[in-house]
């Protein structure tokens, strides 16, 4: 048998929401905020410009600010950014939160914890194995990949550990693309899993997965999307 993929299947990691703010906040101490409706907050000061994302306290309602500009020149600002931030474009709300330059300089982290979801993409048929999963991240969301095939495939992890091939540490938590190979299974006589084999859908450890039921008779992808 061949060692090349014959089929090639593309999956999703992509956000279902902004995710939390782990950042304590000043007044009840608790430790989570939220973007809210997505607001900017712009101060003027001649030629120079300040601009802060603004959150809530999830338990107390309370607002903070977090420093995306400070004393900026207004030239030096893309006219396009600085007409999303008055307007509190969503899009450039998304795009700030998600920089890790202002978790850095505001020292929080994100809470991916139900904000995301993994587009499953699959056809198991006759064809030979092995099969090449392709998985892209449309989002910067933090998972193990190890946990993610096995959410995806229903297999258990000493499954995936034993029958999937990859040169990104499979134990390691990513926000980047990375191929895996899924081999037979040894122990089955047949080139193709079972039913108890894969595509049993199974909780999610990391956040909100949304698994479409794995289609055993429809045709494979081959690297079209």
Known sequence: MSSQPHIVL???????????????????????ATTGD????VNANGKLLDV?????CVACD????????????????DPDDLHGYRV??????AARLLDPRLAHRNRFTLDWTGAWRLDV?????????????????EDPVPVRPDRLIADGLGLSRNEV????????????PTSTDFTFTVMPDPRLSLGRPGPAAVGRPVPDRSGEVDLRKIIRDSHPSTGRT
């Not at 593309?10 to 989570?32: D, F, K, M, N, Q």
């Not at 600010?65 to 600002?77: A, F």
């Not at 509190?88 to 709300?93: F, I």
């Not at 550990?161 to 390691?172: C, D, G, P, V």
């Open 10 to 32: 593309p999956w999703i990691v992509r956000r279902t929401r902004l995710p939390l703010l782990s950042l304590r906040c000043a007044h009840c101490r608790t430790g989570s």
């Open 38 to 41: 997505g607001r900017f907050r």
């Open 52 to 56: 802060w994302l603004l959150v809530r």
């Open 62 to 77: 309370r607002t903070a600010k977090l420093t995306v500009h400070e004393r900026m020149p207004v030239r030096s600002i």
């Open 88 to 93: 509190n474009d969503p899009e450039l709300v």
């Open 121 to 137: 993409r699959s056809a198991w048929t006759d064809e030979p194995w092995p099969v090449q999963v392709d998985v892209r991240f």
């Open 161 to 172: 550990l034993r029958r999937t091939k990859s040169e990104t540490t499979l134990s390691r």
